[in-house]
């Protein structure tokens, strides 16, 4: 596979990923008022922003920021917790290439 293609499906599964943890904060509402709060965004604004990288980088960073959220989440969404580190890293790896 070359670079492009692994780093193009790299960049899909961390999108999947960061609407998998979207779903599961929504669904949160102690943890998503947490995330608001740390972002600055009103919940009628999430739309507007899932599509940019630098918003996801926050949602998986969020994540990753709570041990114990981290590890809730990943049992629930049958993913592994490295998964989600890789997911952040092509997210910001294409936040990068953006600039």
């Avoid at 596979?1 to 904060?25: D, W």
């Avoid at 920021?65 to 981290?70: H, M």
């Avoid at 809730?72 to 917790?81: K, L, R, V, W």
């Amino acid at each position: 596979m070359n670079k492009f293609l692994k780093q193009s499906s790299n960049s899909e599964f961390a999108k999947e990923i960061v609407t998998k943890a979207l779903t599961y904060l929504a669904n949160e509402p102690q943890i998503f008022s947490r995330f608001l709060s740390l972002t600055g965004l009103e919940p009628d604004e999430i739309r507007s922003q899932v599509n940019f990288n630098t918003f996801q980088s926050a949602v998986l960073e969020f994540l990753l920021s709570d041990e114990a959220l981290l590890l809730t989440f990943c049992s629930n969404s049958a993913i592994d917790p490295m998964s989600i580190k890789a997911a952040y890293h092509a997210i910001s790896q294409d936040q990068h290439l953006d600039q």
